[in-house]
Each structure stands twice: as C-alpha cells, then as structure tokens.
C-alpha cells in the first residue's frame, strides 16, 4: 500500500548517488517497520504513466522507524535522474510499505554479505541492526566498488568499524583504482572469492551469507560459496540492475485461450491473459490494486502462491529455491501453461 510521505532530508553521497529520508507520521509508523534488509518502492508518474522504483532501507531497524534509502543514478533511470536532480526537501512522494525476503532478523551467529556498489544499502541496514541488538553475533562485510570516490555510505560502515572492532570485519577491494594497502585492486570474481574467503575466516561455519549487488557479482560469489561446499541453504541473494534478455527461460507453448483467477486482499476475480502479457499485466487490467514495483523479476513484490494451473516465469532473481518449490511465482514474469490459473497474493 502506498501513503504520500514528505521529504525531510537529500543528502549527497556521492556524485551519482544520493540518500533521501522521508518523514513518517506516528499514525504511519507501525506500517513502516521495517525487518533489516527490506525495500521501499517509490513511485511517480511521467506523461501520464506510472513508474515504480525499488530501493532498499539503509536505516537500523527500530521501533521508532527512520525512513532513508540509498538512490544511485542509473542510465535512463527515470527515477533515480529525478531523485538526483529535482527532488527536494519539503516534496511529496508516494512511497509504499516496506517489502522483501532478503533479510536478517538480528539473531546471535557469524554473517557475512559480499556486495557491489549500491549492493550496500539493505546490508547496511543489516549489519547496524544486528550488531546493536546482539551481543553474541559477528558480521564480516566484502564490498566491491570501482572507486572510493563512487564509494556509498563510506562514513557510517567506517562508523560501525570504530563502534564494535571486534565483531565487524570490513574488507574492501575497489576494481578502477590501486588501493595503499590490503588487498591489491581488481574485481571481486569467483575465482578471488574462492581463494579470499578461505584466508579470511573460517567458510564452514558462518551462519548466512547474503549477496548482494549486480548479477554478475552475485552468481560470481554464489559460484565461489558453492564451490566451497557451503549449503544453498545458507545463501541469500539480491540482484541489483539485470540486463534485459538475460537468463530467459526457454518459450514454451501458450494455450490459445486462457483465464486468470486472481485473489487480492480478500476478494477473487477471474480475468482472460491476452496473448504474451504476463498474470500481473492481465490482473493489473481489472485490478489497479495489484502488488507490484520492478516489472522485471528482481524484487519479488509481485509474489503470488500458484492455488492450482500451471505457468511459465521468464526469469526469477528474486525468490529463492524453497520458495519457488512451496509454489510461490513471480506475477510479472509468468505466462500461462495451462487454460486456467489460480493466483493468491495474500498467502
Ligand atoms: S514486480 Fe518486481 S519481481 Fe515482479
């Protein structure tokens, strides 16, 4: 659900990046709890169309929540061009409730994340939360970044290296740029991770990773983790920026007629899918309500449970394994296989 919420603060991050915090009205605030690494959808309309962004919440989780994402430019990226350029203080903009399953309840352990660029910001979150709730948990975080100059949130994950040395471990390779000392420059690939993480700390017995940034970091990394015989159970991933065209799956024959059952908030309706467009694009048609942010199968807030009909999802980078076998598909990315499917958003 979205509410209109005001703008308190823009703040510079770098030349391309920016972290916006909005004000949260105490009526609003129990809607916007949030759990350490979950995001925010941003919406706003240009020439008449609707256009959602994803970004993630860079705040500790508390009760008395502070509402602030991290915003990097992306080419073309009609939100993130006026995040940088126009959004002030003081503006409005419809911000939706805060979603997502790549997250951390603060819990005693040993976690570590490998991110890229603005893969930071929900394990920013992540790492805050859980230090400052849990006495007994360690967090190593391996950030890749072309330069420190391009570097977000410098300050406050140096912050949290002078605040808990003993229980936060920070490596940092930067890719464009030599470093003084440490680790020498270069990409963070699989072949570096597989050697780097075995020096670093001991693989076996860290509780969860978390993986986050572009798609090539991210399957790099889950290559390397995989290859170290670490459990996919321990595996979380968020993808950042895919490129379309990659990692389709293969077309399969749609039936020539077929019909949509979608239940949402409670009520039911059943729709026809015209040829190609997806379940969403058809419910979305009868059902303005209907969840949803990317469009492009990366941040999951389309999830809906398969009651019963087959499907086809063009690609999934947001639902892990146990969630695709439980039955859950993305709306956005799935096709009907069969005449007749049943979707529920509220499970
Ligand atoms: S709307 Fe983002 S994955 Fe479907």
């Known amino acids: ?4 919420l005001r703008v308190r603060e823009i703040e510079r991050l770098t030349d391309d990046a920016v972290a916006v915090t909005f004000d949260v009205p105490p009526e609003l605030r129990p809607a916007f709890r949030h759990t350490p690494g979950q995001h925010i959808a ?4 240009v ?3 609707e256009i959602r962004r994803t970004y993630s919440i860079c705040t500790p989780a508390t009760d008395e929540p502070l509402l602030r994402v991290g915003i990097r430019l992306v080419e073309d990226g009609a939100f993130s061009a006026y995040a940088l350029k126009e959004l002030r203080a003081g503006d409005t903009v419809d911000v939706m409730e805060p979603a997502g399953r790549f997250t951390l309840e603060p819990r005693p352990g040993h976690f570590v994340a490998i991110v890229g660029g603005s893969g930071i910001t929900p394990v920013l979150s992540m790492a805050a939360t859980l230090l400052a709730r849990q ?11 072309r330069t420190a100059a391009s570097t977000m949130f410098l300050e406050e994950v140096a912050d949290l290296k ?8 920070l490596v940092h390779t930067l890719s464009r740029e030599e470093q003084q000392a440490g680790l020498p420059s270069g990409r963070l690939d699989e072949e570096r991770l597989r050697s780097l993480l075995p020096a670093l700390l001991t693989v076996e017995s860290v509780d969860g990773w978390f993986l986050c940034g572009p798609y090539g970091l991210v399957q790099g990394a889950e290559r390397a983790l995989r290859a170290l015989k670490v459990p996919r159970g321990r595996i979380h991933e968020e993808i950042f920026h895919v490129d379309n065209g990659t990692a389709t799956a293969p077309a399969v024959a749609a039936p020539a007629h077929s019909t949509v059952t979608a239940t949402l908030d409670g009520r039911s309706g059943n729709w026809p899918v015209r040829d190609g467009e997806s379940l969403l694009e058809a419910v979305l048609r009868n059902r303005a309500d209907a969840p949803y942010a990317c469009k492009g199968g990366v941040c999951g807030t389309c999830r809906a449970f398969l009651v019963s009909g087959e499907i086809r999802m063009d690609r999934n ?4 394994a146990e969630e695709v076998d439980a039955g859950y598909v993305l709306a956005c990315q799935s096709h009907p296989a069969t005449e007749k499917v049943e979707l529920d958003f509220d499970r």
């Open 135 to 145: 006495p007994d948990a360690r967090f190593c975080l391996i950030r890749s970044d």
């Open 42 to 45: 941003l919406r706003r309309s």
């Open 162 to 169: 002078d605040r808990y040395p003993q229980r936060f471990q």
């Open 47 to 49: 020439d008449g169309q």
């Open 1 to 4: 659900m979205f509410h209109p």
């Open 317 to 320: 980078f947001a639902l892990e």
